[in-house]
């Protein structure tokens, strides 16, 4: 019988009461069906913990592939739990049955000390929360735009989730959406909502999940993402409004869990600047006019005896993770507290109270020095809010100050959650040292924020790419550069936290996935078809971002690093998925999961184009028409439709990524279609002009891609002909990587920048050779020693280098893990011999590659046409060209 190992650590000084614990694990294909029962004990009692589960993905067998395990748990100062997941005995336990269903009508959900109504149509966190003192408390958001129009919220639809667990435990969730209204009942054009609200009933616990999301287009002239766009929309105010109907009530709070709880009448609390050392770096803030907002770099406190007044003297503080406490009639109250309080500064709490009610208003954008929030066309934010019912204070203390949760790092790697998880105690791995700087030392990546003060509400949880300032002339301020998810640094973080248990990789991890899906995506089906919904790539190398916000290119800079190029938007280069994929594994967070979906649909639409006719024929002119005229004047383009490109490597991860998280066979299938038509196992390598490290460095990516497909594929026991041909290709080029491939910087007189992540990206032909060494035995020893020598080069030149801690070749290092543990210590290739994948077949056996003939360019010509015809409408050409005009 199988058991699972997992901790949960206090690593603070103060106990803490019920605090929320979510811990995703992982399962070994076929150990257990999706439907089993479980139980969670503590190590050493061996008592049954209360708790829920919730199935967020299955194997192909539909064996438990992940499962998510909540429950509320004391812990006092710097305690550490050892728990234990088991298989339920037959008939002791419930299975977590988790029910959907539209939302109408009424609702009303009873907790420890109150009831929780709530009617649909109508929305606010809690329409109705009353006490057993019958203390009645009530909520609403508001939002007023810069013009003082004042808006509220209305719903447009509304699912109802509810779990019941183990022992008792429960949840209820409310997830609605909808838009704004004004005063007259008038819709809001662009201006979009979504709330989750989860109520915990055995706790008296309630979560509040709000984004707020502008859903037009930009115009980006020039392809500029500027601040100031038409497009943007300017808020003055967003705030939730706490009030308690029955009388007065007594506010009681803290700055932060370490401070010292207070309470008196009038308050207002006001967090105007991160508080962090890099307040002299503050033109990361700049608004639309280059402006810098003069603000306190901290918070102020500003109190009062008087009802519905402040004193003027304030109080002032640095970084404030409040809670609050509105005290009932008698001994019960609400307690309230807001997650990353000062990092998403500016933030502003106000208490007032009268005879006849009292309000608590937490206000997630509010104005300071006079400036206004701009959230640009496609830009979301979520805000998170805890309420918990308590008859005491610091009952949210745990809000701001997590406990690390750790899955034993060996049950990981027997499960198969991550390829290359090794874990091998004896193993001394050489690229550790560089990897720790991550999270330890001054380079670490919370370190690294405070240079440019990387934090308030748009850019909390992003990368600082310090890496752009390699260039600058010395004296000079770093430029801000936002690295966004370039090269996938939340799959690095992720794996990190897989490999070690270190929970510092998990919040890194955590806080940058919930920044790109608010941020980085372009959250838009108004613009062009390939700028839609799809993920913006780093600030351009070596300029100051200026005004762009993550949005690469900025009016201001009349450069870039890409040569003739000063604008564009989002593109295939800089999709990255496979982190948010793991994102959602680990936490359930379905922001997400549908991130993934999003961006492998907005993938395919790059590469389909609209159907549109002037689309089509825009795509047969720069693709077919260009290889034809080729032909013609005697040249031999290359037959395949995909560029050997990073791009298609993306394109073919994302897909596979939106299979993982979906279970859509059509994108699986539209892999193999991608793989088919860019590579073949019989290809004259020689043609792929791979000697051109600057244009052709980035077909390594493609390959790794076809790897993760093919590990894929295995999973579903699919050993059929797409499968062979992908293997074969592979195959065929990691061939050419052994005989030919040699670090980038051995030829420095052909690289434009030649800097030390040439080095790191050294990592993806080591990856590719351990892979090779997996499926071909007769070639694995050379294979292997070929890694081993980049292995060596790597951690030798990085030794001597003086960039190792810069962004970049950090996350290269990341994205990158893994396969050398399997080339130090051989694990992984013994049981890959037995498996069917081990079985040959001729790459004969598949003829040779096709030739680019007028023939077939022609009839792949005419289909664009036929397809562009067949989606004609004036409404789509007109759509066509108007998004072109910028």
């Not at 700028?531 to 200026?546: P, R, S, V």
């Not at 990856?767 to 997996?774: D, E, F, N, P, T």
Request: proline content about 3%.
């Amino acid at each position: 019988m199988f058991e699972v190992p997992f901790t949960v650590e206090n690593v603070h000084g103060f106990d803490k009461q019920q605090e929320l614990i979510e811990v995703s694990i992982p399962f070994p294909a076929g150990l257990v069906r999706s439907d089993a029962c479980f139980c969670v004990c503590t190590q050493y009692d061996n008592a049954e913990m209360p708790f829920g589960s919730k199935v967020l993905s299955v194997w192909p067998d539909k064996s438990l592939r992940w499962l998510q395990v909540s429950f509320c748990l004391d812990l006092v100062a710097n305690q550490k739990k050892l728990f234990r997941l088991l298989l339920a005995a037959e008939g002791s336990s419930e299975q977590s049955i988790e029910f959907d269903d539209d939302f109408k009508g009424e609702l009303a959900i009873s907790m420890n000390q109150a009831e929780l109504k709530f009617e649909a149509g109508k929305f606010s966190p809690f329409q109705s929360l009353v006490l057993e003192d019958l203390t009645r408390f009530s909520s609403e958001v508001e939002l007023v735009l810069a013009s003082a129009q004042k808006l509220k919220p209305k719903t447009m639809s509304g699912k109802r989730k509810r779990m019941t667990g183990n022992k008792g435990f429960s949840y209820e969730r409310l997830i609605t959406e909808g838009f704004f209204v004004d005063e007259t009942e008038s819709k809001v054009d662009s201006l979009n909502w979504q709330s989750t609200l989860s109520v915990y009933p055995n706790s008296s616990l309630i979560k509040l999940d709000f984004t707020v999301w502008n859903s037009g287009a930009a115009q980006h002239p020039g392809g500029c993402w500027d601040l100031g766009d038409i497009g943007s929309l300017l808020i003055k105010s967003l705030s939730v409004n706490v009030n308690v109907k029955a009388g007065s009530s007594e506010l009681k709070w803290c700055a932060s869990p370490y401070k010292e709880w207070r309470s008196g009448g009038a308050l207002r609390l006001l967090q105007s600047g991160s508080g962090g050392l890099g307040c002299d770096h503050l033109n990361v803030h700049k608004n639309s006019a280059g402006d810098v907002p003069s603000v306190y770099n901290g918070y102020q406190v500003h109190t009062g005896k008087d009802e519905g007044s402040c004193s003027s003297e304030a109080e002032l503080g640095g970084r404030a993770s409040p809670e609050f406490f509105l005290q009932g009639s008698r001994r019960h109250g609400l307690n309230v507290a807001i997650e990353n309080f000062w990092q998403n500064f500016p933030k502003l709490v106000e208490f007032s109270s009268s005879d006849e009610s009292s309000e608590l208003r937490v206000d997630l954008f509010p104005v300071c020095d006079g400036s206004l929030h701009e959230l640009q066309a496609g830009e979301r934010k979520t805000h998170s809010l805890f309420f918990a019912i308590s008859g005491e204070q610091e009952t949210l203390n745990w809000v701001n100050q997590v406990s690390m949760v750790n899955v034993a790092p060996s049950w990981v790697s027997e499960a198969n959650a991550m390829p290359f998880i090794v874990i091998d105690t004896a193993l001394e791995d050489p690229l550790m040292p560089f990897i720790q700087q991550g999270v330890e030392g001054v380079a670490s990546f919370e370190k690294k924020r405070e240079i440019i003060d990387e934090f308030g509400w748009r850019n909390f949880g992003d990368v600082y790419a310090d890496h752009e300032a390699l260039y600058q002339k010395e004296g000079e301020p770093h430029f801000v550069s936002h690295y966004n998810n370039q090269y996938d640094a939340i799959y690095g973080f992720a794996r990190q936290y897989l490999q070690t248990g270190d929970s510092r990789w998990f919040k890194l991890m955590d806080e940058l996935a919930c920044h790109v899906t608010d941020i980085d995506i372009y959250h838009t089906s108004k613009d062009r078809v390939e700028y839609n919904n799809g993920l913006f790539w780093h600030t351009d190398h070596y300029l100051d971002a200026q005004t762009c916000t993550h949005r690469t290119f900025s009016k201001h800079n009349n450069t870039s690093s890409t040569p003739g190029q000063t604008g564009g938007g989002p593109g295939s280069e800089h999709c990255y998925t496979m982190g948010l994929m793991y994102h959602y594994y680990l936490t359930g967070n379905e922001w997400s999961k549908s991130a993934v979906i999003e961006l492998a649909n907005w993938m395919v639409s790059i590469h389909d184009g609209a159907d549109s006719l002037l689309a089509q024929t825009l795509s047969a002119k720069n693709n077919e028409v260009k290889k034809l005229l080729l032909l013609l004047k005697g040249g031999s383009p290359l037959p395949y439709r995909y560029p050997f490109t990073r791009g298609t490597g993306n394109f073919i991860t994302a897909l596979l990524d939106a299979f993982s998280v979906s279970g859509d066979l059509a994108k699986l299938a539209r892999v193999e279609s991608v793989i088919q038509d860019t590579l073949h196992p019989n290809d004259d390598i020689s043609l792929r002009n791979l000697d051109n490290i600057e244009d052709t460095w980035s077909y390594v990516v493609l390959l790794q891609a076809v790897g993760k497909y093919l590990a894929v594929k295995e999973s579903l026991e699919q050993y059929d002909k797409p499968y062979f041909y992908a293997k074969e290709s592979l195959l065929h080029y990691i061939d050419w990587i052994s005989s030919n491939e040699k670090p980038y910087l051995s030829r420095v007189e052909v690289l434009e920048f030649p800097n030390d992540t040439w080095v790191a990206q050294e990592m993806r032909k080591l990856s590719l050779l351990v892979i090779g060494a997996m499926y071909s035995f007769e070639n694995r020893k050379h294979y292997l020693s070929r890694a081993s020598e980049f292995l060596v080069y790597i951690v030798e030149t990085l030794s001597e280098s003086s960039e190792s801690h810069l962004s970049r070749i950090q996350i290269l290092l990341l994205q990158n893990y893994g396969p050398h543990l399997s080339c130090l210590s051989g694990k992984g290739f013994e049981d890959f011999d037995k498996s069917a994948a081990a079985q040959a077949v001729c790459a004969e056996n598949f003829g040779e590659p096709a030739v680019a003939s007028k023939r077939v360019l022609c009839l792949s010509i005419v289909a664009k046409l036929f397809k562009g015809l067949k989606g004609f409408s004036i409404k789509n050409e007109k759509t066509w060209i108007d998004t072109r005009r910028s």
